[in-house]
């Protein structure tokens, strides 16, 4: 049987630098939800820059090295598949933090809590899964795993159709529909890149069984 342990053994470093992008797409997150808590005015978006410029390094990091490096546990097309997919969420969620920051004002009646929620429990699921990868559990704990992600994403496409009902149906005037028919997009595409992630590591995680 295919051992990923012995074969990752010389390069841990790549498990290491995977689990540090898991970890920066999970504090994007939490900056996000605290970012909502406060509409009075704008904030200053620093640290999420600093987190997505973060995350971009390692990923490029991880590119640098794997032409380096002759053996890896992992093909090196699912090492660089999984570093960008997991690049992707910090991206995202500092592109909805700045249209938020346009006029948070305007959204002093728009409630993101369950979103959030999704948002948070999606990304604490991928950081577990990420950080499985260097032991490579049984496959029915992945999978259980990845059931708790598409289970997210399902909670998370109900809920938009629902707020979207509420959008075209005349709970906001004009203006504000657009804006936060705007922002409800691009959580819905925060929680999709999370799932993204799951489905490479689902990948990798049957391939290497």
Do not use: W
Request: aromatic share 8%; charged share 30%; glycine share 2%.
């Amino acid at each position: 049987m295919f051992s990923i342990q012995r074969f990752f053994s010389q390069d841990a470093k790549f498990f290491d630098m995977l689990e540090q992008s898991a970890t920066e797409a999970r504090a994007s997150a939490q900056l996000l939800i605290e970012l909502l808590k406060d509409r009075e005015h704008a904030h200053p978006l620093d640290q999420f820059a600093l987190a997505r410029s973060k995350d971009k390094r390692i990923t490029e990091q991880i590119r640098q090295d794997l032409v380096t490096t002759f053996v890896t546990g992992m093909e090196r097309e699912d090492i660089d598949a999984l570093a960008y997919a997991l690049y992707r969420i910090p991206k995202t969620i500092e592109k909805f933090a700045e249209r938020f920051n346009l006029a948070p004002q305007r959204l002093q009646n728009v409630d993101f809590t369950q979103h959030m929620q999704l948002v948070d429990r999606a990304t604490a699921t991928l950081c577990e899964m990420v950080g499985h990868l260097r032991k490579m559990p049984p496959l029915d704990i992945m999978k259980e795993l990845m059931d708790r992600l598409q289970a997210i994403e399902s909670e998370a496409d109900h809920l938009i159709i629902r707020l979207l009902g509420e959008v075209y149906n005349g709970k906001y005037e004009p203006v504000q529909a657009m804006f936060v028919r705007d922002l409800y997009d691009l959580l819905e595409k925060i929680i999709d890149r999370c799932r993204d992630v799951g489905n490479v590591i689902s990948h990798i995680a049957l391939k290497n069984a």
